[in-house]
């Protein structure tokens, strides 16, 4: 009996696997770009992180997105609001860092840099918008 019940609360555990890394991408309908990073980075992400990494695609131009920018710019170092704010795509790795702008062809660029943040390590990066997330500050909060 006891090995039956051990087998139900590990086939439990199982079930219940909460995403380690929440991506956060906002982007605009129009943006080549987004598109491009949406259509070529994600889908790798999705294969390398499987449910370890939840991503969320925020319309730029709704409402909701707004306020969770907001709130995502007001987590980062540094980050100031000004007349270039909006810029897209901003990709945000909740809890690492966040990032303003993204070509098409950088893809493998952008999954170094988020292998390296998670991995801990110090991001390369060439002439780049970046921030990083204030001590403690995440996005996501728990749920």
Same mark, same amino acid.
């Given at each position: 009996?006891?090995? @039956?019940?051990?087998?139900? @609360?590990?086939?439990?555990?199982?079930? #219940?696997?909460?995403? !380690?890394?929440?991506?956060? /991408?906002?982007?605009?309908? $129009?943006?080549?770009?987004?598109?491009?990073?949406? !259509?070529?980075?994600i889908p790798e992400l999705e294969e390398q992180y499987g449910?370890?990494?939840?991503?969320? $695609?925020? *319309?730029?131009?709704? &409402?909701? =997105?707004?306020?969770? %920018?907001?709130? $995502?710019?007001?987590? @980062?170092?540094?980050? &100031?609001?000004? *007349?270039? =704010?909006? =810029?897209?795509?901003?990709? /945000?790795?909740?809890?690492?860092?966040?990032?303003?702008? %993204? !070509?098409?062809? +950088? *893809?493998? #660029?952008?999954?170094?840099?988020?292998?390296?943040?998670?991995?801990? +390590? +110090?991001?390369?990066?060439?002439?780049? &918008?970046?921030?990083?997330?204030?001590?403690? !500050?995440?996005?996501?909060?728990?749920?």
């Amino acid at each position: 009996m006891k090995k @039956l019940f051990l087998v139900f @609360l590990l086939l439990l555990s199982g079930c #219940q696997t909460k995403p !380690q890394y929440y991506l956060y /991408v906002y982007y605009a309908q $129009t943006c080549p770009h987004c598109r491009s990073f949406i !259509q070529v980075v994600i889908p790798e992400l999705e294969e390398q992180y499987g449910s370890q990494m939840k991503i969320t $695609t925020l *319309d730029i131009d709704e &409402e909701s =997105s707004i306020e969770a %920018y907001a709130k $995502t710019c007001s987590l @980062l170092e540094g980050y &100031e609001v000004n *007349d270039q =704010s909006g =810029s897209v795509p901003f990709i /945000v790795l909740d809890g690492y860092f966040a990032l303003v702008g %993204y !070509q098409m062809g +950088e *893809d493998q #660029q952008m999954l170094e840099m988020i292998h390296q943040a998670i991995a801990g +390590e +110090e991001l390369s990066v060439d002439n780049q &918008e970046i921030y990083f997330f204030k001590d403690g !500050q995440t996005f996501h909060e728990g749920g």
